[in-house]
C-alpha cells in the first residue's frame, strides 16, 4: 500500500492566519483527497484532488476557505484559510489506487487548534 | 453493553469476547465497503474490505458480512484483544470513487 507522510503532525494557530498542511505519497496514485474530522466525529470528505487542474469540492466547502494544489501524482497541499476556532480539527490526506486491498490509505492527520 | 456516547456510539466487552460492530449505509449503488480502525493520534488503518458480489469475507481474527438487501454491513473480531480497542468506521464506495464513512463506534475492550 501507498506510505503518506503528512505534514505539519499538529500546529496552534492564530484566528485569521492560514495554514498550509503537506501531502507526499511514495508512489504515483490515481486519486488523492482531504478530509476533515472534528472531534469525536467521522471523516467528512472537503474535496478530491486532481492533478493539474481545480480541485473537486463537496458540498459546504468552497475553494476560497480551503485553497488545494496537486502538482504532480505524488504531492498535494492544502490550505485552511483565514482560520477560526471553529476550523480546529484534524485534517487527513488519503489516496485511491483504485484497487482492492490496501486501496485507500490514510496519513497519520493535521491536528490543528486555531486560539 | 452498547450505549450512545456525546458523539460516538460505544460498545463495551471484555478480553477474549467476540465483538460486533454494525454500520447501515445509504447508497444502494456502493459496490465497495470497507472498515477501518482508527487509534487515538492516527489516522483510520485500513483492516478488511469487502466487494458487493460477496456476502461475507474472512481475515485473521475479522469478518465482515454485508447485507445488500437492507443495506448493512458488519465487523466480526473474534477473542477480542485490548489492543483493538479503537474507533471503527465503515467506509463506503461507488465504482472505486470517493469514499462515504459512517458514523463510528468506539470499541472498548477491558482486561
Known amino acids: 500500500s501507498a506510505v503518506i507522510s503528512q505534514k505539519p503532525s499538529r500546529d496552534i494557530c492564530q484566528r485569521g492566519t492560514s495554514l498550509t498542511i503537506q501531502c507526499q505519497v511514495d508512489s504515483q496514485v490515481t486519486m488523492m483527497f482531504w478530509y476533515r474530522q472534528q472531534p469525536g466525529q467521522s471523516l467528512t470528505l472537503i474535496a478530491t484532488?486532481?492533478?493539474?487542474?481545480?480541485?473537486?469540492?463537496e458540498s459546504g466547502f468552497v475553494i476560497d476557505k480551503f485553497p488545494i494544489s496537486r502538482p504532480n501524482l505524488t504531492f498535494s497541499t492544502l490550505t485552511v484559510s483565514n482560520m477560526s476556532p471553529e476550523d480546529s480539527s484534524i485534517y487527513l490526506c488519503?489516496?485511491?489506487?483504485?484497487?482492492?486491498?490496501?486501496?485507500?490509505?490514510f496519513g497519520s492527520g493535521t491536528r490543528l487548534t486555531v486560539v | 453493553g452498547e450505549s450512545v456516547g456525546l458523539h460516538l456510539p460505544t460498545l463495551s466487552v471484555q478480553e477474549g469476547d467476540n465483538s460486533i460492530i454494525n454500520c447501515a449505509y445509504s447508497n444502494s449503488a456502493s459496490d465497495y465497503f470497507i472498515w477501518y480502525k482508527q487509534e487515538s493520534g492516527k489516522g483510520p488503518q485500513f483492516i478488511i474490505d469487502i466487494r458487493s458480489n460477496m456476502d461475507k469475507r474472512q481475515g485473521q481474527r475479522v469478518t465482515v458480512l454485508l447485507n445488500k438487501t437492507v443495506k448493512h454491513l458488519s465487523l466480526q473480531i473474534a477473542a477480542t484483544q485490548p489492543g483493538d480497542s479503537a474507533v471503527y468506521f465503515c467506509a463506503e464506495t461507488a465504482g472505486y470513487s470517493t469514499l462515504t464513512f459512517g458514523k463510528g463506534t468506539m470499541l472498548l475492550v477491558s482486561p
Open positions: 488519503s489516496v485511491g489506487t483504485g484497487q482492492v486491498n490496501y486501496g485507500y490509505t
Open positions: 484532488a486532481n492533478q493539474g487542474s481545480e480541485a473537486t469540492y
